[in-house]
């Protein structure tokens, strides 16, 4: 008797490569339980940028280091070469009833002391220079006497400044800038800091023609023994101090 089972047909060969293709992606018991992930092979967009920020700052740094050193070899650079400057208006100085106006450009320059206490701390140099102000008010000065004042925190104080003449009993001429060092005589030499700075002063002075290149030093004869240094180190460091 003839069999009712149809034959099967032999599967088409596309089907026996799908089938094949899903069987290899199937986890059997061989399979690995951690896979890993492949390497990035280029490094993330934000640490490159923070790398590239750090090598353009070291560069940065280290030029900045070596401009500096070469400065300070070649003597370029110099720190201490910066006016310590406190205007009228810093120290808070009450208006001027009438100076007379300086002849510029002046012929002396008049070293003197004040006579007053010595101060070492800005605050307390600031209280010292009003003082003295207020003290010649009082004794019918129309300001405080002195064109600059040199205080123990190595900081010129602008007095009259560069356009009056000072008021010195003696000394009131318009042709001399007067510069006063905050103190008693002998009980307060200048300091090189302090020496510094006049002479920072003086260059001012003569660079915006306020004083003529050959001026002469004068001080009292009271107190020149006290500026004897003060004024060797000028006529080193400016060696016309004479007209011819």
């Not at 400044?161 to 003696?170: F, Q, T």
């Amino acid at each position: 008797m003839p069999s009712s089972r149809v034959p099967l047909r032999d599967p088409c060969p596309f089907c026996l490569i799908r089938i094949q293709n899903s069987t290899e992606n199937i986890i059997n018991e061989n399979s690995p339980l951690i896979q890993r992930r492949p390497i990035r092979e280029t490094v993330d967009s934000k640490w490159g940028t923070l790398l590239f920020g750090l090598l353009i700052f070291i560069l940065f740094f280290g030029c900045t280091i070596g401009f500096y050193l070469i400065g300070v070899e070649t003597g370029e650079i110099e720190p201490h070469d910066v006016l310590l400057y406190s205007s009228r208006y810093n120290w808070k100085a009450e208006n001027a009833q009438s100076n007379i106006d300086l002849a510029l450009p002046c012929r002396n320059l008049l070293l003197l002391y004040t006579n007053s206490s010595p101060c070492f701390e800005y605050n307390d140099c600031e209280k010292e220079i009003k003082n003295l102000q207020k003290q010649h008010m009082q004794s019918n000065h129309s300001d405080i006497l002195y064109n600059f004042i040199i205080a123990g925190d190595d900081r010129i104080f602008e007095g009259r400044g560069w356009k009056y003449a000072s008021d010195v009993p003696g000394y009131n001429d318009n042709g001399t800038f007067s510069v006063a060092l905050l103190g008693f005589p002998g009980d307060h030499d200048p300091t090189d800091a302090e020496l510094d700075q006049l002479i920072l002063l003086i260059n001012l002075l003569i660079a915006n023609h306020k004083l003529i290149h050959c001026f002469e030093v004068i001080t009292k004869p009271e107190e020149e023994e006290f500026f004897s240094t003060v004024i060797n180190q000028i006529q080193r460091t400016f060696i016309e101090t004479r007209c011819s």
